[in-house]
């Protein structure tokens, strides 16, 4: 058998477990998953329901059978190790005669080691090619980093083979902007897959600075309203590392794999030109993977188009700075304002894993000063003031910088003119009497206030009057059109022209789209017609437009990203905390999101009519008889059978949600009575009467 052989065979084995460590994570994360959705099922679901119950049994079957394989696999792993072909010889005089038979062949120079690794002699070198070949077949013969194996290379080369993707050593920052990434990254090798709350639990935290029953000003870095927390940090004189780091200060290597899940690396925001630390938790459903800022508590999805760095040991195991907290006084989505700027909070309980503050009545954002460990003022940015240099040098100066500050803050205050509500404003928000004579209280609901609260001589050039800090009233102009300001003023629709479908007449015979099946007997459908698909991909949607002014409401016009990763056109129709019902009104189906789904949708996409009827099937009725899982049967028979199908039907009757009664016609028209003959539902005249005298009235 020659080399050659050999090294195909080898080839092949790198293949198969390259691929079972791909499948092996794959079947991980939709056991994960699986159990995941058991246990949230498991308190509302009936015991007795067989679906829940099959579910159980075919995910228990299945992790047993692959367990059981993986005991086998690992055991054959064991009994035939590497060193196994050598049991019967000396593996150190085996191993030996063949490098010494190959320099002889070869007569070339190397540096000689002994099992220790220590260089004892130079052998004469004229091939590099056969120093390769020999420092590949002593790779694959998986003889490196044991006891009795033989150190053909150096160091430094041992290191190269057994890990191309670890970097040497950097000698420099990278400068910016860094360009893309030319190759693809490699998939992560191992670790445990977790979830977002348990990648933080795990983290070690700088929460030890927070004392309970202190006052503490720390930078608000990020806002989760799905969860109602904030996180914040407290950027210290310990944190300069980290700073450094996402200046792209500090000298960091590229790397050409993702690290394991739950190693700490770096990743390259091209947006804001910054270097944040960052660790991936879990594979998502869509390709890519969940991350997580340590430094900033927010959860981004990584590609393998990234670029990544490695981290040295020293800013690696330094405690992730953001620290989640759940605020008392304050409702999390009221708090925009306050991102990547510095507040004041009280320290109510410290878990140890999180926190319970209240934000300080005068919780505006504190003035930036002259130290460089403060984050920048404007909004949409996770950039930081990082002028390390000036750092050394405000330190002899600080009590002087904080004397001057407190006064300066003194003087502004006192200068301000008051934002609290005064009486006038809080009778303006009080029940509003059952009969009045005011006309403007009697249109309006309440009595405009903007002549008593507004400055008319402001003068936007100079942001405001020549009374100077001496007037108290609130500069700022005047809504255009004499309209008021007390109340949020809404956008004029605009000026668009819809034409709306022409009424189809009882008796006719029309082409449908079947889009949702509701329940037995009631199926959603879009009349098929020449108007383009009102859908839109996820490039198509801009970021800007994720971005809401102000929470939805119920009733507002969304478009929602679907599973497929597109957007439809959906309405609110519930809201419980942050958790919002949507019906998807070109196709009938109902759905529960985060704000992080959803995105404006623009007054002339809103006002176009809704696709989805609501259509009634004609010669059946639900069974009285028939059991929750017989009716679910039926939903998924007929999903099975006309979802996502055209054909045509005829018009029987209207029913009172402007939805029709259907008959199924052509190779469709036995379907009703395969329901009936199954036991899912029950035959019945009265829909078929009913809709002859309205065909027969047509």
């Not at 925001?269 to 997580?292: L, S």
Request: hydrophobic fraction near 35%; proline fraction near 5%; glycine fraction near 4%.
């Amino acid at each position: 058998m020659e080399i050659d052989d050999l090294s195909a065979i080898l080839s092949l084995f790198e293949r198969n477990v390259n691929k079972l460590r791909t499948n092996l994570s794959a079947y991980q994360v939709e056991v994960d998953a699986v159990r995941q959705t058991l246990q949230e099922s498991w308190s509302h679901v009936g015991r007795a329901d067989g679906r829940i119950i099959s579910v159980h049994d075919a995910l228990l079957g299945s992790v047993n059978e692959v367990n059981e394989y993986i005991i086998k696999l690992n055991l054959r792993i064991k009994l035939n190790g590497a060193f196994g072909i050598f049991k019967n010889v000396d593996a150190k005089e085996v191993l030996n005669n063949l490098r010494r038979k190959s320099l002889e062949h070869n007569n070339f120079k190397v540096n000689h080691t002994n099992l220790d690794g220590i260089e004892v002699g130079e052998l004469d070198v004229h091939l590099v090619g056969a120093k390769q070949s020999e420092t590949e077949f002593k790779a694959r013969e998986g003889l490196n980093g044991t006891a009795s194996s033989v150190r053909l290379v150096t160091a430094q080369e041992n290191c190269k083979l057994e890990s191309p993707s670890i970097p040497a050593a950097p000698t420099a920052p990278p400068k910016l902007p860094i360009p893309p990434r030319q190759a693809k990254l490699l998939p992560p090798k191992g670790g445990r897959q977790t979830t977002s709350n348990e990648t933080y639990d795990q983290l070690l935290k700088n929460i030890s600075s927070f004392a309970e029953d202190s006052i503490v000003q720390v930078t608000m870095m990020h806002l989760n309203i799905a969860e109602n927390c904030i996180f914040v940090a407290k950027w210290g004189q310990e944190s300069t590392p980290l700073k450094k780091l996402l200046a792209c200060q500090m000298p960091i290597q590229e790397l050409n794999q993702l690290p394991d899940f739950g190693e700490v690396f770096a990743v390259y925001d091209a947006q804001e030109q910054i270097i944040p630390r960052v660790v991936i938790n879990a594979h998502t459903e869509g390709g890519g993977y969940d991350a997580y800022l340590l430094d900033y508590g927010e959860h981004i999805h990584l590609d393998d188009e990234e670029v990544i760095f490695s981290l040295p040991n020293e800013v690696k195991v330094l405690p992730a700075e953001a620290v989640r907290c759940f605020v008392r006084n304050r409702e999390v989505g009221s708090m925009r304002q306050f991102t990547y700027k510095n507040v004041r909070v009280r320290v109510l309980e410290n878990s140890g894993n999180d926190l319970v503050v209240e934000l300080m009545e005068d919780g505006h954002p504190e003035e930036e000063t002259q130290s460089s460990n403060r984050f920048v003022s404007h909004e949409n940015t996770r950039k930081i003031n990082l002028d390390l240099d000036l750092e050394e040098q405000a330190k002899p100066m600080e009590n002087n910088i904080v004397k001057e500050t407190q006064s300066a803050k003194t003087e502004q205050q006192l200068a301000e003119p008051t934002v609290k509500l005064c009486p006038a404003d809080l009778e303006m928000l009080e029940n509003i009497e059952c009969g009045t004579s005011d006309a403007l209280k009697a249109v309006l609901g309440f009595k405009p206030t903007d002549d008593q609260r507004i400055c008319r001589h402001y003068d936007p050039k100079i942001n405001g009057c020549f009374k100077g800090t001496n007037c108290r009233l609130l500069h700022q102009p005047f809504a255009p059109h004499g309209a008021t300001k007390d109340t949020e003023l809404v956008e004029a629709l605009p000026d668009s022209i819809y034409i709306s479908p022409a009424p189809r007449d009882l008796g006719s015979v029309v082409r449908v789209l079947v889009t949702y099946i509701k329940s037995p007997t009631e199926v959603y459908v879009q009349f098929v017609d020449d108007l383009p698909p009102l859908v839109w991909s996820k490039k198509e949607v801009p970021e800007s437009q994720c971005k809401f002014k102000r929470s939805p409401h119920v009733l507002d016009m969304v478009i929602a990203l679907y599973t497929d990763d597109c957007y439809y056109r959906a309405q609110i129709i519930d809201e419980i905390d942050g958790v919002f019902k949507i019906f998807y009104v070109d196709y009938g189906n109902t759905e529960f999101v985060t704000i992080k789904s959803l995105a404006t949708c623009s007054d002339a996409i809103s006002l176009k009519p809704f696709r989805a009827n609501n259509c009634l099937i004609e010669g059946v009725k639900r069974s009285s008889l028939a059991s929750q899982q017989q009716n679910a049967e039926c939903v998924e028979f007929l999903k099975s059978v006309i979802l996502n199908s055209e054909f045509d039907v005829m018009l029987i009757s209207h029913m009172p949600d402007n939805g029709y009664v259907i008959k199924f016609l052509d190779r469709y028209a036995d379907v009703p009575k395969q329901m009936i003959k199954r036991g899912y539902v029950e035959p019945t005249t009265d829909n078929l009467q009913h809709s002859d005298n309205s065909v027969e009235q047509a």
